[in-house]
Structure formats: C-alpha cells, structure tokens
C-alpha cells in the first residue's frame, strides 16, 4: 500500500463521520401509470471501514441504490453523500474523480475488457491516473497475488473460470485504493462454493485494506460476512 | 400474417436506427453506381451522334457522282435518289444537285484553228456564290422561241462581245447538233476555288488550254463557262455530262436506331446506286466518309466506356465491402436475437429464410428508387460539367439498362447481406475455420490479381480487336478491380504486424486512452481491418482515378499535338498553289505577333534504297512530310529529344563544305508580274529536229513555287511567248527553268563516229519582260502586244544559276549563263540572257525524253531526313544511309539525320521528314515541277487560332484542323466527356462510401463494446477520453488505411493507368503516356478522406458512447 493511500484512510477515519450518507432518497423510473418508485425515502450512513450487506428481493431496489451512491445514476429526490462530497450533485468531472479515487465498483458480470490480459485488466484504473509503468506493474503483481491469481497474469478474461474473472476484478477493484467498494452481487454467476470464495476474499481484502464495502447479495453466506445487513423491500427500507 | 413478417415488423419498429444504416448503405451504393449506369447509357447513341452532329458535313456527306451518258437525267436523278435516301433511311438530310452539261463549240474565232467550247451548267452555288455583273439569272430553261436562257462568265462576254440578249449559236462538238443560246445576264464567280471543284473548269471560267477533243490534248483551245441555267434546263435526255447528288444527313435528333442502320445501308449503298443507275442507262460511284466517321465514333465510344466501367467496378467493390460493414453492424445488433430465436426452435433454414426475405425486401426497394435519385444524380453531373457541355442530357426516363445495373448491384449488396447470416445461422464449421477459409480466399484473390495484371500488361488494354473494331473485353475490364482488391488484401496482411508492434508499446505506455486503442487495433484486428479494408479500397480508387484522369487528360492532349503537328492545319491545299499561298497569307495579314504561316508537303511517297549509281532497290510507300525546318517553333508533338534538336540540320546540305545558300534567290520579277513575256530559243550540236516544253518556276516569298509553261518550242525556231503568272503576294522571283527535251532523227546524227553519241541542247531565255497585273491585260495576244511598250525588262544572268541535264536517269554536266557557244542564237544573246546548255546521249532523246534544268541555287545534293523507327526497319536505313524519295513527279537523293519514333502530324507508321525547302530545290535539280504544297501549317497563339484557322480554311475552302480545339474535343468531346465525368464522380462516390462505411464500422465497433465502455466508465475513465479513444483507435485504422491505399493507388497509377489509357481507337496511345501522379493532389485526396473517416467516426462516437448505465453493467445485456 502506497504512503498517500494510507494517508487518505486516515484522514477519513479521522473524521470520524459516516463515509456514506444516503438522506431521503427516490428515484422514480417513467411517469404516469408507468412509473416504479425504484426507492422512495431512503436514508442510510455507512461507516468507515464497515461492510454493509444489502439485501433484498429481485427489484427491491438494492441496484438502483448501490448505482446512485455510486454516481452512476442520480436520485429524484433527496442528496448522497460520499466521502464528503455530494454526490447527486456533482458533474461529469466530480464523478470521474469520485469513481478513480473513492468508489470502485465490482460487478455481476465482472465488467473486465475482453481484449486485456488479467494483469491489463487490473491495471487499467492505474493507468487512469498515470501511474509510472514500474509502480504499475508492482501494484498489480501485488494485487493478483492477492486474490491468488499471479500465475494467471498474462490469461485474458475468456480464459478464465468465473470465479477467477471475479477475482480478477476485485483486484482491479482494489487497484487504486478506494475508500468503498460497491460489489452488486458479486457472486450472481458463481456456484456456491465459488462464491464463497469470493465472498471470503472481498471480507478479507477489506479488512486488509480498511475499506467500507456496501455489498447486494442474496448469498447468506455473505450476509453473515458482513457487519450490518440492510434489507430493501419495494423501494424502502425495511430495517436499517 | 406470417412469422415471418411479423418478425421483420418488428426489427423495423425495435432496429430503426441499424436497419435504416443498412438501407442508406444499399440505396447510397446503387444509386452511385445507377450514375455510372447513365454514363454508360448516354454515352451510347445520344453521345456518338452527338459527336457525329459536330463534325463538318464533309465527313458525313453523301456524294452520288453519277455519268448521265446523254440518258435522261430527271430518270438518273431520282435512281440516285431512291439509293442515297434508302441508305439514309430515317435520317432527315439536305440534298443539292449539280449538273454540267455536255460541252458545246461556240463560234469560231476568226485567225483560231478550233472553235472554243462552253458547257452549260446548274450549280446550288449560285447566286449566292456568284456576282451578277450584268442582266439576270436564268429564270427558266427556254424563252418562248425555244432557245436556251443562259447567264454567262464575264470574261467570256468580254472575249466575244457578248451583251445581254446576244444569241450564241451552238452546235454538239463533233455533232450536228444545233441550238442556240441566249445570253440574260453575265455574272463573276466568288469563293475559293476549291468550293467550285465540282465545277468542270473548278470555278475558274476559263482554261485557255482545254484540250481539244480527239488530240490526246496536244491540241487546245479555249473552254468556257460555267454557262449557268435554270436546273430543269439540263433535266431532258442527252443533256446532261455529269451530275453530282449530294446528301448531307441531320444527325443531331436522329431517331434511335437511325445510325446504326444507315451504317448498315452504307455496305450497300454502291451497289444499289449501279443498280438504280443500270436501269436508266447511266452509271455513278458514291463517295463518303460517312461510314468511317461513324465506325472511328463507335471504336471512340468503346475506348471512352473503359474508363467509366472500370472505375464503375471499382466502385462496386469499394461498395460491396462497405455493405459487408454494414452486415456486420446489423449481424452484431441480431446476435441475441439470433440466439434467443434459435434457442426457441427455430431452424437455421428459416433463418435463412428470414434473412434472404429482408435482402430481398431492401434490394427491391433501393433497385426501385434508386434510378430515379441516379438520375436526378446524373442530370445534376451532367449540368454541371464537361456532359452538358457535350451537349449530353440525361435521357427522357429511366433507360432499361439503368433498371438492371441498379437491380444487379442491390442484389450483390443484398447478397453481401446475407452471406454473414448465413454463417452465423448454420455453418458453424465454417466459423470454426474461419481463418483458414479467410487466408485461403485471400491468396486466391491475390493469385487472380497477379493473373488480371498479366493479361491486362500482355494485352496492353482491356480491348480485344475483333471484326467490328475494338470491344471492351469482360474479363480484361475486371482487372483493374481486381488487381486492387488484391493488392488491398496483402496490405491488410501487412498490417497486422504494424499493428503488433504497437501492441508492444501499448504495454510500455503509462497512459490508457492510446493503449487502449492501440489494443483493440492489434486484438481485434479482424473486426478491425474492415474499416481499414474501406480506407484502402476509398483511397486507392479516388488516388488512382484522380492518376488516372490526369494522365488520360495529358495522354490525349499529347496524342492530338501530334497527330496534328502544329497549331492549325489546313489540308487538302487544291488549286494553284502560288495564289493559294497569296489568299492565304492575305487573310494573315492582321495575324496577331507569333504567328506564321508555311507550306507543307503532306502526302504518301515512295521510298528505296540507291544500290548503285542508276540502280535502286524496289521502293515501299512512306507519309512525306516536308516542312519549314528554320521554324521548329510550329512543330508540335510531345518528343524525348526536342524537335528544335532534331530538325536543326535538315535544311543544310549533306556536304558540310558545300556552298550554303539562305534567303531568296533567283531573279526577282518586279511589281505585281501577270505576264511573263519571254523569247526562248533552242538548239543542239550536233544539230537534229526537236521540241523542247520550257517551264519556269515563280515563287514567292514563302517559298512556294508556281510553274508557267510554254506549250511547245521547236529547235532553232526562236519564239517568243506571253506566260500568265498565276496570281500571288508580295515579291515573286524566277527561280527555275526547266525543259523536258525530245529529238528526232538525232540518231542519225551521232551516227557520225566523228561526233560520237553525245551532243549538246542548250535553251536561251532572252529579252524577258513583265507586264504587271495592274495593266489590266487578259489574253496573252494582248501581253505580247503589250511587252514592249509596257514590259519591264528583267535580266536574269544574275543570280548564282546552276544547271543539270538528266537523260536516262543519269545527271550528266551542263552549264548554265551567257557565256556558251559558239552557237548560231548565242551571238544574238542580248544582256540578260540565261543560256541552259547541256549535255546528251543524244540518242537516248531519239523518241525519248530528257531534261535541262538551270536553278538559282547551288546545288544541294542529298536531302537529309528524319525517318521513323517503322521506315528504318522496313528499308534498313540507320543515320548516313543514302536513299530516294520519290515525291510527285522527282526522285530527290536522300541521306538519313536521325531515327525516330514518330513526327508531328504522323503519329504512326513509316514516315520521312525533311526540309521543304530542300526538298523543293532537290525536287527541282532533279527535274521536277511539283510544287510541293498540300497543307499550311500555321503556329499560332492559343486564344487567335480557331479564327485565324476558319478564316485560312474559308480562304482555301479546305478542312482545317485546330489543335487546342482537338484538345478540347479529345477532352471533353461527347464521346470522351463520360471519362472524365466518371473519374469526377468517384471521387465524390468514395467520399460518400467512407463516409457510410465508416460510419457503419464506429457504429458496430461502439454499439459491439457498449458494455465495455460503461464498464470503463464505472472504473473512473471519463466519456471524452473514451471517445478520444475510440477516435484514436479508428485514426489508427483510417491512417494505416489510407497510407495503404496511397500506396496502392501510386502502384496502379504506375501500373495499370498506361494500360487503361488508350488512343481513342483503342490502340496503344502515341506518344506513349506519361502517367501523371501529382503529389500535393493526391495527399490532399488522401487527406480528405481520411479527415472524412475520422470526423464521421468522432460525430458517431460523441453521440453514441453515453454515460454509463447502471442497469447495463450490471446485466450486461443488449439494451
């Protein structure tokens, strides 16, 4: 971990606030007869450093919450709130900075680029931000070591199983050092032992990175990983 | 309604976007290659008689020369006239008819052997060719006491003392015959004389030495006329000698159709004119040049539709990769669709099925609209350019072969559609090897590119030669086409190890928005080379076209500056050639700096080998072409070595220490000479009978030569004799004199042993005088009358005179001045005098001819010439070979300068050119009297020689040929302007298809990496950095591309263009091209298109890469 990270978790940490506030949020999809209140009031504050469990039924509302504190979608109503900046109010500019600095997003799919070996893959949020090529490449040595997945540097994603694409990602994931991981079921394609795993790997990597994790899941095996659960039902939450 | 259409419903509401990109895509590429289909179609019959409509009537005239033979005329008349019309068929024409009568003895003169004779006449030249001096034209065949009303010449009134209502009795020349005339009116004839050649006296009223008839023309007398009557004067039996019929054809509007036929008509038109003719008792020949004019536009046509169809194939498959592109987008689109409907039972049958239904809906759609837009396209191109100017429109409609190239080229780009459907529906074997197919099609392309080149560079054009001229040959014309989709093919190839290398670097870099671009090139290089495949193909046929027009353009301007040699030139000179030169000249008078005039030798001659001094080798015929070698200027005609160089020596003698005579010689005649008043005096030693026929040679200052003969001067009977000297401008100076000489019983004579065989002949010139043409004088009687009194004396010992005696074809000595004798004559030799004395096999001039020349200049010996490499080969002459010429009636010694491929005006064959000065004076020495003029020849400033060239063609009533008109003819003449109109249109074709091809190909590559984008953007990069990305990575694409294309493009340019550019006979072009690669304009069309490409692609990108959505990533699906 490199010295600046280090610094910035401290100065988070030190302020001693919750990284995520999530105050009276909704988000309407269509209008008229048509419309679904995808989240209607919801109010939520994730600590630093905590992993927070998200669950809910298919259409509960868990995506479209984990979308909006991640800037890739924006709330009708309400304001969101991540790492002190406002998040349904920033620009183009504020959430790409948002996303290379403090959020990093692990997906169902696992979201790598077809056409980059696994170490490209994890190496691409570095080259975002123009890491010298040497730091890069030790970084991502570490990272793939990591998830256990160094033998596996030079396979592009089409050679590898779904649990070592996920692996993959999650170091990616973790390349930048971000101070919240947003994992939307993370294990959705995996079989349950690989899941697991994965499940395992996102608690340990956390932990070991004192990262705040907000995870949607189904699994109960991550849900029992986690330090709070939040339950979502048609758009509300049910117990926060 | 069916599954099927309820599937296609569907994709329409649900694919707008895609299936609307694939329909622009058809529609855009048949409607431009529609365009070419109207080029091809109004380059058909609309351009050949449009081209046809311009050419002088002389070219497509029918002329019917029809001997009457006493029969009756009206009867022959209409004969000719069924036949001409028939071949005419529906062609609309004007028809004139000139008829000449018999000739008819006027009174005897009294002191004249024989009567002088007239000959009546109706010509469409008068009035308007005419001007009446006094009384009326004939307004009727008779007055009412029977006699013939007749207008005659005013010179012949003026001999006899007609007047109007003199009544001329007449009588048939050897008949008895009687009629009487009467006169109505006296008139003069205007016009050149050439205009009047169908005139028995070519429009000079009067020969003063018609042969008398039943002498074999050693007896003459005066004839006269035209006597002009009324037309149906001569229309009775046994009036009229000769008729000429002459039809000229409207071809512009001619029916369609009307050409082709007259052309077949035209096989037969002499025989069904003897036909007609036999049965009325009269017999004629037909001459046109019609025929040739149209075969000459035909093979123009065929050369001409070269260039449209091979850019036209080149277009197509410009067009039909783009459609692969654009199947590729819609297949992309489908490919969960596919799978879902697969995956819910359907078979790969009604996949199929489905896919050819929604080809087959597309094609029909683009093949029905398309014409119409192609033609509003075409309308629009022809406005616009060098077609309207041609005077070529689009044709009222659509043409049938516009429906069908529209119909066959939606059906290939529906097929093109297809074919991905078909593999993605069923073959997946063929997917799996898909590579090895792809490199197997590939070296196959290759190997028949190579095979095309061959025959295309072993042929030398996609022409073959058959019976009926030169056809475009189909699988020669494809070549192009393919030799560039080959060479394209292996550029692809050798891309991909460029793109590897930026791979590599890619690695190296710190950054991500190039690497990434740089990986999808290097990764994805299959979906990749698409694009670059359009780039290659759009650069290389817009560079190539461009490469091609301009040489074309050049290669037809060289071609027509040597076919026709200089600025303008007028041919087929008819007529005196001294008053020629004068009117001419005269209409030169205000020419513009810069300009000059000379006369040509122009004509076919003989030549061979001098095997020994009175033996030759058996000739071969030659284009002679004699022209002013001191004026290289006015040669033109592109030449490795400059003709400036090549002609510089050609009017010096052989002998470099000969005496070298420049600027006028010979005895200057003063004033404005008419008559030429001279006592001649002949004599031989030993002495003999004999008859000497003296002429002497005029010329004026342009070196043209007149000849004025004595009729007869028998030897030691001095006589003396009044020449007319045919009319010139400016100073004129005798310059020649020569005799051809005949003896009788001079073999007897040298029978003597103390007198051997040979003798002398001398002739005197003495006492001669000038009677300028301002003293009015119009019979030679007059002039001898006149001579001493009015006459300006000349003396002619001056001068530098040189002499030749020639008998047996041997030169033998011969001197020439006053200082010979002692002779009976010579002591009567005033000052002045010019004795030609020379020496004979005496009795080779018993019964035999033999000639005396004296010159005034020294003598030039061989002539030196340029021949061509055709010549050089056929008579083994290489530079200091001597041989003869034989040009008119002389055999001049000639010695070769140079070899070399052609020469101005004579663009091919076996050809000589030498100084025509040279060898006029050569022509002279050897006793000739030709004078050696066919063309003018004019140099002339660009902008003043169409008019200066009209005004000398009026003047010489001649053809005359402009060289910047050709130029522009040959350019952008109606059957040449397609060509240019063509290359014109791919350009802006190849723009239009990158600009959809490579909208297509962004479209598929984003729509393709949609999920990837947003997955990027979800990972902090920003939207305008993945657009600069995608732009980036398409730059690479496009750069490579149009760097391969340019490449391409140079290499067919070097290659293919000197193949493609033909003579518009379809023959190898002379000069041979110069292939015109213009470097600025061809980074500029480079450049463009790759601009183009980019900013259709940063437009797509910009609008099509959104801001990441969440629902995609996470389910990463088609939405």
Request: glycine share 10%; proline share 6%.
């Amino acid at each position: 971990m490199t010295a600046t990270t280090t610094a910035r978790q401290d100065a988070g940490r030190a302020a001693d606030g919750p990284l995520v506030l999530v105050e009276g949020v909704g988000r309407t999809y269509g209008s008229g007869h048509a419309a679904v209140h995808a989240l209607q009031d919801v109010s939520l504050q994730v600590a630093p450093g905590e992993m927070v469990a998200l669950v809910g039924r298919s259409g509960s509302g868990k995506t479209t919450l984990l979308n909006t504190i991640g800037g890739l979608d924006r709330p009708d109503t309400g304001r969101v709130v991540v790492a002190g900046r406002e998040v349904s109010s920033l620009d183009e500019r504020g959430l790409v900075s948002l996303r290379r600095d403090v959020v990093a997003f692990v997906f169902q799919t696992f979201g790598l680029v077809p056409v980059l070996t696994a170490a490209e893959n994890v190496g691409v949020p570095l080259r975002m931000l123009r890491t010298p090529v040497a730091q890069r490449e030790a970084r991502v040595e570490l990272l793939l070591d990591l998830v256990g997945l160094g033998a596996h540097a030079k396979q592009r994603p089409g050679q590898l199983s779904g649990g070592q694409q996920q692996r993959v990602a999650i170091a990616r994931a973790l390349a930048n050092s971000p101070r919240l991981l947003i994992a939307d079921e993370p294990t959705g394609q995996l079989d349950s032992e690989t899941g697991r795993a994965v499940m395992a790997l996102i608690r340990a990597v956390v932990e070991a990175e004192g990262m705040t994790a907000i995870v949607s899941t189904h699994d109960p095996v991550m849900v029992a990983l986690a330090d709070r659960v939040v339950h979502l039902a048609d758009g509300r939450l049910v117990d926060a | 309604m069916g599954w099927r259409t309820q599937v296609l419903l569907g994709r329409l509401r649900d694919q707008a976007t895609v299936i609307a990109t694939v329909a622009v895509v058809t529609f855009v590429a048949t409607t431009l290659l529609g365009t070419f289909a109207f080029l091809l179609v109004v380059t058909g019959d609309d351009a050949v008689e449009a081209e046809i409509a311009r050419v002088p009537d002389s070219a497509v005239a029918l002329e019917a020369v029809v001997r009457v033979n006493k029969k009756d005329a009206a009867a022959a008349l209409a004969a000719t006239d069924v036949a001409l019309t028939s071949t005419l068929g529906d062609l609309p024409f004007d028809s004139e008819t000139w008829l000449t009568g018999r000739m008819w003895s006027l009174p005897l003169v009294a002191g004249t052997q024989f009567a002088p004779v007239a000959y009546p006449a109706s010509t469409p030249l008068l009035p308007e060719q005419g001007e009446l001096v006094a009384g009326a034209w004939p307004d009727r065949a008779r007055d009412d006491a029977g006699q013939l009303l007749v207008n005659v010449p005013d010179v012949a009134a003026q001999r006899y003392g007609w007047t109007v209502g003199t009544v001329v009795p007449v009588r048939t020349i050897g008949g008895q015959t009687q009629d009487s005339w009467v006169v109505v009116g006296t008139h003069r004839l205007t016009g050149s004389s050439a205009s009047w050649s169908r005139d028995l006296l070519k429009g000079a009223a009067h020969d003063s030495r018609y042969p008398v008839i039943g002498t074999g023309g050693r007896l003459t007398t005066d004839a006269w006329g035209p006597m002009v009557v009324a037309p149906d004067a001569l229309l009775g039996a046994g009036t009229v000698e000769t008729a000429h019929v002459l039809t000229t054809p409207h071809l512009a509007g001619a029916p369609s159709g009307a050409l082709t036929q007259t052309r077949d008509n035209l096989e037969s038109t002499q025989a069904r004119l003897s036909a007609a003719l036999r049965d009325v008792g009269a017999s004629g020949y037909v001459l046109t040049r019609l025929g040739e004019t149209i075969d000459a536009s035909w093979r123009e046509l065929a050369v001409t539709r070269i260039g449209v169809v091979v850019v036209g194939l080149l277009l197509v498959v410009l067009a039909t990769t783009v459609m692969l592109l654009a199947a590729r987008l819609l297949g992309e689109r489908r490919a969960a669709e596919g799978e879902l409907v697969a995956a819910r039972g359907a078979s790969a049958a009604q996949l199929r099925s489905l896919a050819i239904l929604e080809s087959a809906v597309l094609a029909a759609v683009a093949a029905a609209v398309a014409p119409w837009v192609a033609r509003v396209a075409f309308t629009r191109l022809a406005e616009a350019g060098a077609l309207g100017d041609a005077g070529l429109g689009a044709p009222p409609g659509i043409p049938l072969p516009v429906w069908v190239a529209c119909a066959a080229v939606a059906t290939v780009l529906a097929v093109s559609l297809v074919v991905p459907a078909w593999h993605t529906a069923g073959s997946s074997s063929a997917a799996a090897h898909a590579g090895l197919v792809r490199a197997g099609a590939d070296l196959a392309l290759v190997v028949l590119a190579g095979v095309a080149l061959w025959q295309l560079l072993d042929y030398g054009a996609p022409l073959t030669r058959g019976p009926g001229g030169a056809r475009l040959d189909p699988v020669l014309v494809v070549g192009p086409a393919l030799v560039t989709l080959g060479a394209a093919v292996l550029a692809l190839r050798a891309v991909a190890p460029l793109a590897r290398g930026a791979d590599v670097l890619a690695r190296r870099s710190a950054s991500l928005v190039v690497p990434l671009a740089a990986w999808q090139v290097s990764r994805r290089f299959t979906a990749a080379t698409g694009t670059t495949l359009v780039v290659i193909l759009a650069v290389s046929a817009a560079t190539f076209s461009h490469a091609f027009l301009a040489t074309w353009r050049t290669s037809q301007v060289d071609q027509v500056d040597l076919a026709v040699g200089t600025d303008v030139r007028v041919d087929g000179i008819r007529g005196e050639r001294l008053t020629a030169s004068a009117d001419a000249r005269a209409v030169l008078a205000d020419a513009p700096p810069g300009t000059h005039l000379q006369p040509v030798a122009d004509r076919s001659a003989t030549i061979g080998r001098a095997v020994a001094q009175g033996q030759e080798s058996s000739g071969f015929g030659v284009r002679l072409l004699a022209v002013d070698t001191e004026q290289p200027g006015s040669l033109r005609g592109r030449a490795d070595v400059p003709w400036s160089t090549l002609v510089r020596d050609l009017g010096t003698p052989e002998d470099e220490d000969a005496p070298v005579s420049t600027g006028p010689t010979g005895t200057p005649l003063p004033g404005d000479p008419q008559w030429l008043v001279v006592t001649m005096t002949a004599g031989s030693d030993p002495y003999t009978a004999g008859v000497l026929y003296p002429t002497l040679a005029v010329e004026d200052e342009t070196g043209v030569r007149a000849w004025v003969s004595v009729p007869e001067l028998p030897l030691d009977v001095p006589s003396t004799f009044a020449l007319a000297v045919p009319r010139g401008l400016g100073p004129l100076r005798l310059v020649a004199a020569s005799a051809v000489v005949t003896l009788s019983g001079a073999t007897e004579t040298v029978a003597d042993p103390s007198s051997g065989r040979h003798g002398q002949v001398w002739l005197g010139l003495q006492d001669v005088r000038v009677l300028d043409r301002a003293v009015g004088l119009t019979s030679p009687d007059e002039a001898l009358a006149a001579a001493a009194a009015q006459g300006t004396p000349v003396a002619l010992e001056a001068g530098g005179w040189e002499a030749v005696a020639i008998s047996g074809g041997l030169e033998r000595g011969a001197t020439v001045g006053a200082q010979v004798g002692p002779y009976p004559f010579v002591d009567d030799v005033p000052p002045g005098a010019l004795v030609v004395d020379g020496k004979f096999d005496m009795a080779a001039l018993d019964g035999g001819n033999g000639r005396l020349v004296a010159h005034a200049w020294p003598a030039h010996g061989a002539v030196r010439a340029l021949v061509t490499t055709a010549v050089a080969e056929r008579g083994s002459l290489s530079p200091g070979i001597h041989f003869w010429i034989r040009a008119g009636d002389a055999q001049v010694q000639a010695v070769v300068e140079d070899v070399v491929p052609y020469l101005p005006g004579v663009p091919r064959g076996p050809a000589v050119l030498v100084d025509r000065d040279a060898l006029g004076r050569g022509s002279v020495e050897a006793a000739g009297t030709d004078p050696l003029v066919d063309s003018w020849w004019l140099a002339a400033p660009d902008g003043d020689a169409p008019a200066l060239a009209a005004a000398l063609a009026r003047a010489a009533d001649a053809e005359a040929t402009v060289r910047t008109t050709e130029r522009a003819a040959a350019v952008a003449g109606p059957l040449s302007a397609a060509i240019p109109a063509a290359l014109s249109l791919v350009t802006a074709a190849t723009l239009v298809l990158v600009l959809v091809g490579l909208g297509a190909s962004a479209a598929a590559a984003i729509r393709s990496r949609r999920l990837e984008l947003a997955r990027l953007q979800a990972l902090g990069a920003a939207r305008p950095s993945l657009v600069r990305g995608l732009v980036g990575e398409h730059v690479v694409l496009v750069v490579v591309g149009a760097l391969a294309g340019l490449a391409i493009g140079y290499g067919l340019a070097r290659v293919v263009t000197p193949v493609l550019t033909v003579s518009s006979d379809g023959r190898r072009p002379v000069p041979a091209p110069l292939v015109v690669w213009q470097d600025g304009m061809a980074l500029i069309i480079t450049g463009g298109l790759a601009l183009a490409a980019c900013a259709v692609v940063a437009l797509l990108a910009v609008v099509l890469v959104r801001r990441a959505s969440g629902a995609l990533l996470r389910l990463g699906d088609d939405r």
